[in-house]
């Protein structure tokens, strides 16, 4: 059972008790009820018996939470690891901000949509404070209020959204984000390129399959949108439409478009020639490999885009991005005109990393259990862009007097959805079978005798003092096979076995827990004998 | 300036700000509310102008959080590493828990004090939740949520009090708590002496002056009150002001118990002798280091004491640890009568550690500004405790039933004070002038003439892939010496620098950024000769 579980169950109980009132409130068949409740109950065995007692109340975590327990633990910082070292390798710095932020600091910041989702803290006299909902804007707080006009930093930590949880699919109310971002003013494309590289670079460490990062550029979407009549009001609600065409068919977001949008029906068309353009090539010319430089011209070859100026500045810059990614080695970047990344402050270059064949080819059937907690579909595992006003807004947020002192502070930054990642992880190593260690413990003292407790806690201390991750049982007495069973399933490599003979003739007995070899070695040649030992482990 | 200086001068403005509004009230001197409103207005001036801009939010982290800044950041994780290296040297795993709980697991865990302080979230429909106070209570909640009986495990996590911040001693309302703890069914004292020998581990690596741990147990102070006159339903009020000794003189700790908890003066006089056990014998035999077991039998040779069943287990008991404590080279323990931790759910052992000299020796004055931010007088960095019955609580909170079912999981632990140890050692390393590095950045590629940009990433992407942290200009032509400059500041040892000549001849110039030594090195031998070099610096 994997650690979500219990959560995972309650919730889904509760959306099952759900179901089933409003069935009844609907009258439905009264077979279809029954089978509904009888699956509810077989739900509710597995949460044990304690969670079904009368008056007692259920210990849970909040809804959309969980609890990450050692082995989760170990598959996280894994993943973190990861991530933190591309980052220092990259030469960031690192800042941490409060979980909780001024509300009015947040306010404003997420649209219509995300605003909803911000969790406020009770007003117990004092300020209104609210949960930071992602890390840009604390990071474009921390820059205004602090003058900061020049940092290259990463950031993990957690963020709230009070979403509709989907925790079978990694979507949870309290997650990580590592946010990576570079602020000042600097050269076209540049700091682009090395928020490429990084996730070019972590997507490769973690070797969870192919991964492709998609790339466009705002002044391509605006002025896309622009020769098929949509105005820059109009600019968000197009993207939210033509955001969804790795999910849905063209023919159901040019419906969209035509009935919700208000475009028309020739001016849908064209724009679905512009946005399925590589879907296009790829079909006409069976290279799935297509340059982007190519790609990009192609867009050009339209007459109503290539008369528009800020496109082809679009163009122009991401050629220069392709450029520079082809130097870096980044081979994973594909110029993508339907990637259409809503959110409001992006000014630039915009790109969204997705893993489409993670965990393809692993039958999750054949593992006789639904896989719970598993990512079914995995959509993106990073994204990012380019921002340049955000820090500005802070510094100067209204009025004439603000825009004469404005003074921009350009970023650009990537995201990783790192909970999709350790989801994707989790899976595969328990698919794989892989043994998930939760302790860094080297070496267990155990004793095969009694009374020896003194003896091993004097050995334990020698061993602490030398830098050895050591442990030994906290009884006076404890069973040798209880001791070695214990090395067994924590796979702590090497057991010193105390005993009254080895200790009259000053020696301990070294025992390899895997091949069970066993040795004595004289007390004084311990530590280096250890050290020899581990290292060639 | 320190990192916290902008949230510590807003709230000083603030509260100088109330003071002279309630001296205007109070209609007091007008000379003295002039003198007040110049100091503070002294003050509002080291915000710089942005803060005083008419019509404009003041951006600011909420009261009694702070950010951290990549200095602060440094020794953050500096002081972690020696923290978790020490969990891990002993065999724990990790876990982590939500930032909030349901409400109704928080409630009533902290006494009426306690739970003033918690921060709630507001209700928008679902869940009442509150944030977490300590990592305590949901450890325990995890425990019996999940019905674990037998774990090793340390929490590394913020937590939340709106308690009346005093962030220039290091008291915040977010900060870090380090738990260790360790649950299960072991033999007598085992666990406590490995909690006492992780503190003394970590107190003596982050090399802060010397500390001692005081030593206490329930029992001693439940049986040393009842000899007393004080029952059971007194234990917390009489401990709470026992345990100001350490802060205030004897006389008027007596006085509080007479007036206040309703003790008579000869029953007083007698505590005093108990509790000033330590003090009384140190001034008697002028022996600082008097051992713990001679002192342990001082106090079994009152009469009232000797008789008390429950004492005498305390003292055996500790005797016990202080034995095994010999055992693991903790010279650090004392025992103290007068340590009087409050927490309800204490039920053996309890210790605390205090750095009494840290930052003795330091005139703070010689700097030649007010030291904000630095810890004047430091209390305790570590405390914990025995507690066997908070995890019960929670699998059968209430009723004669629970009771019969009820399962016991002892716990015992150690809670590290780390913004403490974070401003001590922040405060040592500005003080000694230690330079602070915020990134790892091993290799800088700099180039000294233009048009030199690709071959400065070409070459960084080579030193990425072999896993270098490398850096270069965000800059098509930057100039050398602020290249060089960049460097010097980030204290980053050495520079690559790419010139046409260089490049005809097959070679890259390598800088020793301290000595200013060059030497060119051919491009084929360039990752061995800077692996070489590094790991020699």
């Known amino acids: 059972m994997i650690e979500a579980d219990v959560q995972v169950l309650q919730d889904e109980i509760k959306a099952m008790g759900d179901e089933i009132r409003s069935l009844k409130a609907e009258k439905a068949d009264a077979a279809l009820i029954k089978e509904k409740i009888a699956a509810m109950l077989e739900k509710k065995k597995l949460l044990g018996d304690g969670q079904t007692d009368q008056g007692k109340f259920v210990l849970k975590t909040a809804k959309g939470t969980r609890d990450y327990g050692p082995k989760s633990m170990a598959v996280r910082e894994t993943v973190l690891k990861i991530v933190t070292d591309a980052f220092k390798r990259h030469g960031a710095e690192t800042i941490d901000t409060p979980v909780f932020e001024l509300r009015e600091v947040l306010m404003g910041k997420y649209g219509e949509e995300g605003g909803k989702l911000v969790y406020d803290l009770q007003d117990q006299?004092?300020?209104?404070?609210?949960?930071?909902?992602?890390?840009?804007?604390?990071?474009?707080?921390?820059?205004?209020?602090?003058?900061?006009?020049?940092?290259?930093?990463?950031?993990?930590?957690?963020?709230?959204?009070?979403?509709?949880?989907?925790?079978?699919?990694?979507r949870y109310r309290e997650f990580y984000q590592c946010d990576f971002d570079i602020a000042g003013q600097y050269d076209l494309m540049i700091p682009e390129a090395e928020c490429l590289k990084i996730v070019d670079e972590v997507l490769s460490k973690l070797e969870i399959g192919e991964f492709i990062v998609k790339l466009n550029h705002r002044f391509i979407l605006e002025g896309m949108f622009a020769a098929c009549?949509?105005?820059?009001?109009?600019?968000?609600?197009?993207?939210?439409?033509?955001?969804?065409?790795?999910?849905?068919?063209?023919?159901?977001?040019?419906?969209?478009?035509?009935k919700e949008k208000g475009l028309t029906?020739?001016?849908?068309?064209?724009?679905?020639?512009?946005?399925?353009?590589?879907?296009?090539?790829?079909?006409?010319?069976f290279n799935p490999s297509m340059g982007n430089v190519e790609l990009l011209d192609k867009l050009m070859e339209f007459e109503e885009l290539a008369k528009n100026a800020r496109l082809k500045k679009g163009v122009e810059e991401l050629k220069v991005l392709v450029n520079y990614c082809s130097l870096f080695g980044v081979n994973s970047v594909r110029f993508d005109?339907?990637?259409?990344?809503?959110?409001?402050?992006?000014?630039?270059?915009?790109?969204?990393?997705?893993?489409?064949?993670?965990?393809?080819?692993?039958?999750?059937?054949?593992?006789?259990?639904?896989?719970?907690g598993l990512p079914v579909g995995v959509g993106s595992v990073a994204a990012g862009g380019r921002y340049d006003e955000l820090v500005g807004n802070f510094m100067a947020p209204s009025g004439a007097k603000g825009k004469e002192k404005r003074q921009d502070v350009p970023c650009v930054g990537i995201s990783f959805g790192i909970e999709r990642l350790f989801a994707i992880m989790?899976?595969?190593?328990?698919?794989?079978?892989?043994?998930?260690?939760?302790?860094?413990?080297?070496?267990?003292?155990?004793?095969?005798?009694?009374?020896?407790?003194?003896?091993?806690m004097k050995l334990c201390k020698t061993l602490w003092d030398e830098g050895f991750k050591a442990e030994f049982a906290y009884k006076a007495n404890p069973k040798l096979l209880t001791q070695l069973q214990y090395c067994e399933d924590r796979l702590i490599p090497l057991v010193l076995i105390v005993g009254e003979r080895e200790l009259q003739e000053g020696v301990v007995k070294l025992r390899n827990v895997k091949t069970r070899a066993e040795q004595d070695i004289p007390l004084n040649e311990l530590v280096p004998t250890l050290r020899a030992t581990l290292s060639s482990l």
Chains 1, 2 share one sequence.
């Open 125 to 170: 006299g004092g300020e209104l404070l609210s949960l930071r909902y992602d890390l840009t804007v604390p990071f474009a707080r921390y820059l205004a209020m602090n003058k900061i006009t020049n940092i290259k930093r990463y950031h993990i930590a957690k963020v709230y959204r009070r979403d509709q949880p989907v925790m079978t699919r990694g």
């Open 229 to 258: 009549g949509a105005g820059s009001d109009q600019f968000k609600t197009v993207c939210s439409s033509v955001d969804k065409l790795d999910k849905q068919p063209w023919i159901e977001i040019e419906e969209e478009l035509i």
């Open 265 to 285: 029906k020739e001016n849908t068309e064209k724009l679905g020639q512009f946005v399925r353009l590589r879907e296009s090539q790829l079909l006409i010319e």
């Open 337 to 372: 005109p339907s990637l259409a990344r809503g959110l409001d402050y992006y000014t630039g270059a915009i790109y969204e990393a997705a893993v489409p064949k993670a965990l393809e080819g692993i039958n999750l059937e054949t593992n006789g259990e639904e896989q719970k």
């Open 426 to 456: 989790e899976a595969k190593m328990q698919i794989e079978q892989l043994p998930v260690r939760t302790t860094e413990t080297e070496i267990f003292i155990a004793s095969a005798q009694k009374n020896l407790l003194q003896e091993r």
